[in-house]
């Protein structure tokens, strides 16, 4: 109904979990709805005591897309100048990792909402799409663009142009999907992955995420140098001192999160 909340947040542990709350519009991202998930991404990801974040569905859907019944009737200049759906780049400069269990349908939005994540579990049951096409339009959201550098031309041509979902096993084959396990399995996974990333240094996490992303973003020459550069800062840290110090005393490390 209109009153529920369109998304849920809880703390587990130092995990922070957002789960998209509209099952019965199969979680299609309306705007409040991307609002509320940025939002809650940027508190998360400011919150020291939070480690890394977890991005939870429901069984059916991840997310069946945009909102089709918002945007149906919007014109060209509505559209641009509310660059409708410009702040889901903030969620893309969220520096905390992000996990997401991805199940039943990721299409559309759905797809690259979850192409905006860090580490995607999914499931054989799992549908990745671009559909758009069937509707006239394209993919919005950066689809063209991390789909076609996750997966290469060939496969990415293929879902933008022809719409066809991939399931759970083919996404993986292709380098969409980190890990794929049992449908039932997927949620717990991913909190399992989250909760693993973090029980590590925030810091560290958080700029390893910043090196990898980099790979996106620039030339190998100059990622490599980014990286490099990020690698020495390390060495300001508590935690680095904390980290290597342990290893050499054969116990584990406490991290001081700085
Ligand atoms: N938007 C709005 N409502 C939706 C959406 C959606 N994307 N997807 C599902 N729903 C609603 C249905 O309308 C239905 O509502 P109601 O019960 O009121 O009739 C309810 O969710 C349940 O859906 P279905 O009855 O259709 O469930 P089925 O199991 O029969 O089918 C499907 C499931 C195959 C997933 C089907 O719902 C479907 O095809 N959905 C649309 C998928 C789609 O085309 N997604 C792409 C949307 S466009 C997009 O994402 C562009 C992104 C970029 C925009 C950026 C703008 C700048």
């Given at each position: 109904t209109a009153d529920e909340p369109v998304i849920l947040t809880e703390t587990d542990g130092r995990v922070g979990v957002i789960t998209l709350n509209r099952p019965k519009a199969l979680?299609?991202?309306?705007e409040a709805t991307m609002n509320a998930v940025v939002e809650a991404a940027e508190a998360f990801d400011m919150d020291p005591e939070v480690g890394a974040i977890l991005l939870l569905g429901s069984p059916k859907a991840f997310a069946a897309g945009a909102d089709i019944k918002e945007m149906k009737d919007r014109t060209f200049t509505q559209m641009y100048a509310s660059d409708w759906?410009?702040?889901?780049e903030r969620l893309g400069r969220v520096r905390t990792p992000v996990v997401a269990a991805v199940t039943g349908y990721a299409l559309g939005g759905g797809c690259e909402l979850a192409m905006m994540a860090d580490v995607l579990i999914a499931g054989p049951g799992t549908r990745f799409g671009q559909p758009e096409i069937q509707l006239g339009v394209i993919p919005g959201m950066g689809g063209s663009q991390r789909l076609t550098r996750s997966v290469g031309k060939a496969k990415a041509m293929d879902m933008v142009l022809t719409g066809r979902q991939v399931d759970g096993e083919e996404a993986e084959r292709i380098g969409l999907v980190s890990r794929l396990v049992e449908d039932e399995k997927v949620q717990d996974e991913a909190r399992e992955v989250a909760q693993k990333i973090a029980s590590f240094s925030k810091p560290s996490a958080q700029m390893a995420k910043e090196a990898v992303a980099a790979a996106f973003e620039t030339t190998l020459q100059q990622g490599i140098v980014h990286e490099r550069r990020i690698f020495h800062s390390?060495?300001?840290?508590?935690d680095q001192k904390e980290g290597m110090g342990a290893f050499a005393e054969k116990r584990k490390p406490e991290w001081e999160q700085a």
């Open positions: 979680n299609a991202l309306n759906f410009q702040a889901w390390l060495f300001a840290t508590a």
